[in-house]
């Protein structure tokens, strides 16, 4: 499919690239703080909101033990226990009407990530324009069937997946015939190393899949998502917040409102930059040709005077002959006299 619509945005390599804003939980357990964040990103001129939807209970259990709780070397979340974390992290289910209606007073698609079947009814009930799935639940089959079934647009992370999982999760999309699916590079670790974002393979992504590709990225700054789109990206996946001195679970990843816009810009650029597979001049370097170097007369002659490099000389603009003809025109002489500045043809000599 060489394009999806997510609401009224096309995605494709013909457009410019879909930037999806993650609020995540830098909402901070703030209703107000996540409509703010909701206009920054429309303020931004990001394209889409995307939120979480999950309640702890739905995305894990309330267990303390080793296997309930992230590894101590974690640099954000060391140690703590997946309940408490999801607890602070979650976007309550009563909120995501009003930050579905500020998201779309300000012309954004807002869509989300669910994590069960209740949330994929609550977003059915809001008329959510797509499903994302989250990098941890491309092996959640069932759930990649259930948000494919509802007949709109699967944007999957890939982070942490092998490829016979990808493969799975797009094969599962399709055999309830679901192909409007955007594949999402991914490295599922906050934050990320631009070292391991292997941005080269998002072409073999593409190729693996048969899908629009994009990027989920973690890394610090825009350099990933810019290079992502230069090799194929078409969706860039950055989360958000008001300002990281602010805190909150996810606040050290994300992009600050004027870095959204850069992104934005930037992203928009590079697409441009990347114009068509053609060599050549272009339209707009057509006042250059004319001031390209050639062959000028640049001392007055007298005809028969001999044609030397004093009185011809490469110089700037065009007009003459060929910069390479001067081994060629050496030696001969002026059949007729000629101004300084006549540009030297052959009827000169």
Known sequence: MSEVRIGKHLV???????????????????????????????DAGAHAVKLQTYRPDTITVDVDGPAFRIGDGHSLWGGENLYKLYEKAHTPWEWHEPIFGRARERGLEVFSSPFDPTAVELLESLDAPAYKIASSEIVDLPL???????????????????????????RTARSVGND????????ASYPASPTESNLRGLPL??????????LSDHTPGLGAPVAAVALGAV????????????????????????????????????????????????????????LRRSLYVVEDVKAG????ERNVRSIRPAGGLAPAEIANVLGRTFRVDAAKGTALSWDLI
């Open 205 to 214: 992504l593409a190729g693996l899949t048969g899908t629009l590709v994009g």
């Open 144 to 170: 990649i069937e259930l948000c494919a079934r509802t007949g709109k647009p699967l944007v999957i992370s890939t982070g942490m997946a092998n490829v016979a999982e990808i493969d799975a999760a797009v």
């Open 305 to 308: 005077d001999p044609v030397t």
């Open 180 to 187: 409007q699916l955007i594949v999402l590079g991914c490295t």
């Open 12 to 42: 494709g390599p013909a457009r410019p690239p879909f930037v999806i804003a993650e609020m995540s939980g830098n909402h901070n357990g703030d209703l107000d703080r996540a409509l703010a964040i909701v206009d920054a990103i429309a």
């Open 235 to 290: 969706a860039i996946e950055k989360h958000v917040t008001l300002a990281r001195s602010d805190g909150g679970v996810d606040s050290e990843f994300s992009l600050e409102p004027a870095e959204l816009a850069a992104l934005v810009t930037e992203t928009h650029r590079a697409w441009e930059a990347l114009g068509e597979p053609v060599l050549g001049p272009r339209e707009s370097e057509k006042e250059g040709l004319r």
